[in-house]
């Protein structure tokens, strides 16, 4: 439990507690405060209009009466709220928190009026996407390999290799592994002598989807593969006579 400490009076103290709970896969902590007058001795009030809370933009008005006549000082809770904040993609959050107590009255000698708190607080990080480090280029044939850095030791990951938008394969990586190697099949590029292989890196916790990110790699066909013609025809097109080839009149057609 943190506590922000507002306007005193007196001695007694308007402050507010905080604490919270992250949730890795949805990006978000929960954040619970309790706003306290802190400190006081001997105090009789009520709370007026205009007396709040407020967690992460969210205000709600209270209501709370005080009737305390010991020579000790005391501590008393006005009212408690918990809200939902949902962090920023990169994993960052913060939280604004304030609250008010408003009184028509003295304490001690001095006028009280309305204590106030506020503060806004930063979250820590949530662990989001792992990175990953690939090549610009790759040689059909030759091996495709890459290094993985966890964003959390408890991450495990899957490796997608796409032409395009179809998949190509789909690499699983245990818990702590960091590095990966794939040889790229000649036959990803039937067409062209190079293309570009997007490799996904998906960051999971167990079976849960966290973050994916994606690279691009430039794949190229090596000089040496080549197609080769096994057999191919020779047809006659036009101006033949009885099937025969005239010199300087018949065209032909390679197949």
């Not at 008393?76 to 609250?99: E, M, P, R, Y």
């Not at 190697?181 to 849960?208: A, D, E, K, R």
């Amino acid at each position: 439990m943190d506590i922000i400490n507002g306007t005193s009076v007196g001695g007694m103290t308007l402050q507010a507690d905080y604490s919270y709970t992250q949730n890795t896969l949805a990006n978000t902590t929960t954040v619970t405060v309790t706003l306290k007058l802190a400190n006081h001795y001997a105090l009789y009030a009520s709370a007026l209009s205009g007396s709040y809370i407020s967690v992460g933009g969210n205000k709600t008005n209270y209501s709370k009466s005080i009737s305390y006549g010991g020579s000790t000082t005391t501590t008393t809770t006005l009212a408690t709220k918990t809200v939902t904040v949902t962090h920023n993609s990169d994993g960052t959050g913060s939280c604004a928190i304030g609250g008010t107590f408003v009184i028509n009255g003295s304490y001690r000698g001095s006028y009280v009026g309305t204590m106030s708190v506020s503060s806004t607080i930063t979250l820590p990080k949530i662990a989001r996407a792992s990175g990953i480090t690939v090549p610009s280029s790759v040689n059909t044939g030759s091996a495709l390999s890459g290094t993985i850095t966890p964003s959390s030791t408890a991450f495990n990951h899957k490796v997608q290799l796409k032409i395009g938008s179809t998949i190509k394969d789909t690499i699983s990586l245990a818990v702590g592994t960091k590095t990966f190697s794939y040889t790229v099949p000649h036959s990803w590029l039937p067409n062209s002598t190079s293309g570009t292989i997007t490799v996904v890196l998906q960051t999971y916790n167990g079976t849960s989807l966290v973050a994916s990110v994606s690279k691009n790699v430039t794949a190229n066909v090596p000089s040496n593969i080549v197609p080769s013609i096994s057999w191919f025809g020779v047809n006659g097109t036009s101006n033949t006579l009885g099937g025969l080839y005239v010199q300087g009149k018949t065209t032909a057609q390679l197949s």
